[in-house]
């Protein structure tokens, strides 16, 4: 481990003497190499993938949760399998981004390849496709990349290559894919079903029945402590799926919780300016009215709404979030008195849930740099780590040691959508361990094994209990949704320019319309022209050329 820190802090030193220096690193006019045939690795699919000794030399974040990279176990698995010797060169892992960029903007010699240091898509076209320093992976996968393409063809979202691909039609980096059903349908609300209960309500299905329950919330008392302090409705602007007007909104109109697109026919259109919007957030005004909507929801942060949640007297009768184990506290018996809440039927028959994406992961992927004197080798490691065999270590750690494979009469965490016992985790995610790297690395944890954890039987288990709750939200979005925009340098950067100043400026007034700050009624014809005014309709154009590139 000592070698490791010293090698971080060298790698630091070097950078520093670069900045200063500003002629910095001996390979400094290395260029890609064209051909991505190489002798010394073996065809594709074949272990080892290397004909003799080769290192390749990774950057990593600093560990905080392995004990030595060197020896540990995935690491000597890898090596064994391929017959290729891993080094690492260690990033903070508090800021890696920031490092390499400082690295790519001085010139300096990079690691063979980078892993998991949080680049984006918009970096890597940057870095790759204009200034040279990445591989263009693309001729990689055609010659080599065997389990690249199982990955593509077994994968659960077909568009995967699509995903992958930039806005000049190249993949820079393997992929951290993850196809856990969990992740996609990971907006969810929760209600106190032991007060439904003692209310003597049933279970809302509808907007209003959802009114006449907060309602009952509010004056029945169901805490019993007289004091009349329950919280019918809550949540936080920024914990997981916590905001509490998306989940209400897709009773209305299709709310994503993050770009409020939508997709009519392949013309991608906003949701905010919509009439159907403008009458879901009179509803909800008319709950804060009644005090049944939370407005505190709207500018508390998730650290304040979890010390709600956990008050020795239960206060909340229902909040919008993902995670109801870590909102409550992991092993809390107050659990159980809660149950997942189906979206709600609107006046227009509308229940949306919204869903997210499987994409497969760039700022956890690998990218191989333009100093890689072995491309090839280096892509054939990443290739072998999408393996289903490197998957399972890089996850769960040793076999039949750290997990085990399924025996007749387990259970899946997400039995209520109709997956299969894969594994059964041992090891602790997230424990000081010398099994795996921790898990944000390239790999390909397919649907099966993703949605296959066994469940441990405790019935305080927070993965089993969403698990049991994705019923109520599966395939309740629309057929087609706006999954990506791909696009240029130049577009992202006005895209995003102006997309960060209008959802700014359309979740201010969200919050203004539901607290009654602002007639909702009085004020609409002026919150459209000022987004009018502020290039709606030049973000729309830009989004729309983003969509119809990744479509085509």
Known sequence: MFKKIMKSRVLLLALAICMLLSACGSKSNVTLKKDVHSDIVTPAGELPVVTEDVTITMGFPEPTSVLDMDTNKYTVFLEEQTGVNIEFEFFPSTNPVEKVQM???????????????????????????????????????????????????????????????????????????????????????WINK????????????????????????????????????????????????????????????????????????????????????????KYMNGLAKEGLFDTQSLTQDTKTLRTILRSPDVLVGSWAGNSIDLQMGVGSERILEYASLAPLKGPQGVAYASRGTMTPSVSAGGIITKYCENPAAAFRLMDFMLSEEATLRARYGEPEVDWLSPQEGDVCIFESIGAEPFVKPILAYGSVQNSHWGGNHVQFRHKK???????????????????????????????????????????????????QLIRGYVREHVAMYITGEKDINADWDNYLAELDRMGLARMMELAQIGYDRYLS
């Open 449 to 499: 094994m993703s949605d296959g954890m066994i469940w441990d039987g405790d019935p305080l288990n927070g993965e089993y209990i969403k698990g049991q709750a994705l019923a109520n939200y599966i395939g309740k979005a629309p057929e087609k949704t706006v999954d990506k925009l791909v696009h240029t340098l130049d577009e992202a950067n006005e895209y995003e320019s102006l997309r």
């Open 194 to 281: 032991s007060w439904l209960d003692k209310l003597g309500v049933a279970m809302p299905t509808t907007t209003e029945e959802f009114r006449t329950v907060l309602k009952a919330i509010k004056e029945g008392d169901p805490n019993g402590n007289g004091a009349h302090d329950e919280i019918p409705y809550t949540g936080s602007i920024n914990g997981t799926k916590e905001e509490t007007f998306p989940f209400l909104m897709n009773s209305f109109i299709y709310c994503d919780y993050s770009n409020y697109l939508l997709d009519n026919n392949g013309k991608v259109e906003p949701a905010f300016v919509k009439d159907e919007w403008k009458e879901g957030l």
């Open 103 to 189: 690295l790519l903007a001085s010139n300096s010699e990079l690691p063979d390849v980078l892993m998991n240091l949080k680049l984006t898509q918009n970096m890597l076209l940057e870095y790759g496709g204009n200034q040279g320093f990445f591989y263009p992976l693309n001729d990689y996968i055609k010659e080599y990349g065997h389990w690249t393409q199982i990955m593509y063809k077994d994968a659960a979202n077909p568009n995967i290559e699509k995903l992958m691909t930039s806005a000049d039609g190249n993949i820079y980096f393997m992929p951290m894919y993850v196809e856990q059903t969990g992740n996609v349908w990971n907006a969810k609300a």
